[in-house]
Structure formats: C-alpha cells, structure tokens
C-alpha cells in the first residue's frame, strides 16, 4: 500500500471516530457527516477522484467494527486479521 494509500485510509479512519462521538445521529446522518469532513480535509479533486472508494471504505470499516468479525484497528491505524476470523 502507497503512503498515498495509506494517508487516505488514516484520514477516513480519524473522521468515522470524530462521528461516531457525536451520539445523536443516526447511521446515514453519520456517514454524510464523514464524507462532509472527508471532502474538506482532502479537497474538492482528490475527495472526488476517490468519493466511492471512500464511501466503500466507510461502509466496510462500520461494518467491520459493529460486527466485530475479521478486523480490529489497533492504535496505529494497520489492520490485522484476527484469528477468530479464520476458524
């Protein structure tokens, strides 16, 4: 994975934990709230180059971490596959 790569995972991962702190929004409200925050950290042409990829990234990450099934975020941001995820 690129630092390029790397830096917009970092950045969409940062924004979902701004979110989510915000506990009176519903799922939808905090995705366009993410992809809101998103836009403005990495600019008009790159947030539009990259808005699906990002809006996948959302959803998968949520889904990951509600679920808690494959994935777990350590404090540095690098994905791990957990063992309980192969059995």
Do not use: P, W
């Not at 799922?27 to 990829?53: C, F, N, P, W």
């Amino acid at each position: 994975m690129s630092k390029r790569s790397f830096g917009l995972v970092s950045t969409v991962v940062d924004v979902i934990e701004k979110v989510e702190s915000i506990l009176d929004l519903t799922g939808i409200e905090s995705k366009e709230k993410a992809m809101i925050l998103i836009q403005a950290t990495l600019g008009d042409d790159t947030y539009y180059q990259h808005r699906e990829v990002i809006s996948s990234l959302i959803d998968f990450l949520c889904y990951i971490t509600k679920n808690k099934k494959a994935l777990h975020l350590n404090e540095k941001r690098f994905i791990y596959i957990l063992k309980s995820c192969c059995k």
